[in-house]
């Protein structure tokens, strides 16, 4: 039994994990299945969704069911012959304080029913509470997982090692390092219910990047209750591999309808936005003249059908090395997901080593919320710590990116060149180092511009100002490090070009080097390219 990546994009992966009862492509989503209350049963799911694995909860069932349960299985209890992961009790200790059952009795009796994927008691660290009270969740929990290997009887069993910590990060860290050092096969994260309730969204991103950035990487991450599909892309971003959701059937009990952009009350719906077969066949007012239980199981049937074809769309997005751009359109949704997506740039560095370094389709930039991502902060890195330019190159020269740019892919730079060795010689074309300058990624040396993504991007024009500044700052970086000579930039528009060329002057004067910039309005014309071959004569006397 183990876990085998197929596919990345961010820390989002495509992988199988195999248990006893089957091999499940994560990421996966695990609807939570109340044994004593199914709306939808499990091997409907199935059939309807395709869902290869649900959650309930071992503590219900052995109160509930108790020997019933450990005599027939939970298998043939949930009437589900796919993977069942059980969770443990924690939450019960969350919300009543404490529970009817210790660690070794829960372990022993999810052994009992036969669980695919089981967890130790873990003692859950809450929400608000003090740094003494965070630690003594983290190390009893550690304590119950060391005991773990004296009491486990069965070997096909996978066991989950609950990270805990809350929003006490360093204490996430030390959790998840002790934890990782354990033989568990897959890891967990509770997600405090605060922090769903309250779209404290960046602070879940600061907890899983805590948790995920001290586990072992082979390993698969669950978060527990995570809830809503708006936020599926950002947690599945984050390289969470497996979640559970009760939300759809809570939500479907308060007619609460869910979208892939958030939840609305069925009273305030006058359309249904979905084609599911649920709402393709009904009105709102069919669905609030139903009876309660009805209306209850159709709205839970919807919200999976939203859940699940979201799931879909994620892992598409995956393959196709589009997760950012779903990730963006998702973070949209909501103010506070935004704020979380833009919090990400905190980790922009974590990204970069863990993001794939090619891609199968180009790239597309909206704004400045994409400066955050891998491939614009890569190309930042590689050039201060990789790049230096060619030997012998003293001059550069800017030239505007666009211009390279299909429809108007042109070889203007080697005209450039001709003149300028007609006119000023071979040694001059040497010196010569033709860059080309635009949004996002600042400069892009021309000989390294085959590499992903730089000629396969496409960005919205014109630039926002941030975005604007981004690459202003690149280029100046870029210049201050190079030690050139001497700078000559072209420019054609007005806005970003006379920006870019207003930089040059004003670092030029300080660096004490020679700046020439040139405005067009038509390209490279005649006229420029003698300019620019003059200009470089001058740089040559001075
Ligand atoms: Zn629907």
Not at 366 to 395: F, K, N, Q, T, W
């Amino acid at each position: 039994m183990g876990f085998e990546v197929k596919e990345r994009d961010l820390l989002g992966r495509i992988g199988r994990l195999e248990t006893k009862s089957g091999t499940i492509e994560t990421p996966i989503l695990l609807p939570v299945i109340n044994p004593a209350k199914m709306t939808v049963e499990p091997k409907e799911m199935m059939e309807r969704f395709g869902c290869k694995a649900v959650i309930t909860n071992a503590y219900i069932v052995k109160k509930n069911l108790g020997d019933e349960a450990a005599e027939r299985g939970i298998h043939s209890i949930l009437d589900f012959p796919m993977v069942i992961m059980t969770d443990s009790g924690a939450y019960q200790i969350l919300l009543y304080g404490r529970v009817e059952t210790d660690p070794e009795e829960i372990i022993l009796y999810q052994e009992e029913i036969g669980s695919d994927i089981a967890t130790i008691l873990d003692v859950p660290t809450g929400w608000r509470v003090t740094e003494e009270h965070a630690r003594y969740t983290v190390e009893e929990t550690i304590r119950r997982a060391e005991a773990l290997k004296e009491i486990k009887r069965r070997e096909d069993i996978l066991w989950v090692g609950p990270v805990q910590g809350g929003q006490h990060l360093e204490l996430v860290a030390y959790s998840a390092r002790r934890m990782g050092s354990l033989p568990f096969q897959i890891h967990a994260l509770g997600s405090p219910t605060p922090v769903m309730e309250r779209y404290l969204f960046d602070v879940l991103v600061d907890m899983v990047m805590a948790a995920k950035g001290n586990l072992p990487p082979d390993r698969p991450l669950h978060l527990f209750g995570a809830g809503h599909p708006f936020m599926f892309a950002l947690i599945v971003a984050l390289g969470c591999d497996l979640f559970d959701s009760a939300a759809y059937s809570l939500y479907a009990r308060s007619d609460r309808y869910m979208t892939e952009r958030g939840t609305i009350r069925l009273a305030k719906l006058d359309y249904l936005p979905c084609s599911c077969p649920v709402c393709s066949k009904r009105s709102p007012k069919d669905l609030s003249e139903m009876p309660k239980s009805e209306r209850e199981r159709e709205l839970s049937l919807h919200n999976l059908y939203v859940c699940f074809s979201e799931m879909r769309r994620i892992k598409q997005a995956i393959l196709e090395g589009r997760l950012w751009e779903h990730l963006e359109v998702r973070a949209h949704s909501h103010p506070s997901l935004l704020q979380a997506v833009r919090h990400l740039k905190r980790y922009s560095e974590h990204l970069v080593r863990h993001s794939p370094v090619t891609k199968r389709s180009g790239l597309f930039f909206y704004g400045d919320l994409s400066l955050i991502r891998p491939e614009v902060v890569r190309h930042r890195m590689r050039l201060l710590e990789r790049y230096s330019p060619p030997e012998g190159a003293r001059i550069l020269v800017l030239l505007p990116e666009f211009w390279m740019n299909p429809p108007r892919r042109s070889r203007r730079h080697e005209v450039l060149a001709r003149s300028v060795r007609e006119e000023l010689g071979e040694e001059a074309v040497w010196s010569l180092h033709i860059c080309l300058y635009g949004v996002p990624f600042g400069v892009i040396p021309l000989e390294i511009r085959e590499v992903y993504p730089l000629s396969q991007y496409e960005v919205a024009l014109p630039p926002d100002l941030e975005t604007e500044t981004y690459a202003v700052e690149r280029i100046v970086e870029y210049i201050e490090r190079m030690k050139y000579e001497g700078v000559i930039a072209v420019w054609e528009d007005c806005g970003f070009g006379r920006r870019v060329a207003e930089a040059c002057n004003g670092l030029c004067a300080s660096l004490g080097i020679p700046f020439k910039g040139f405005q067009t309005t038509r390209g490279l014309t005649k006229g420029l390219v003698k300019s620019v071959v003059s200009a470089l004569a001058s740089f040559k006397k001075g």
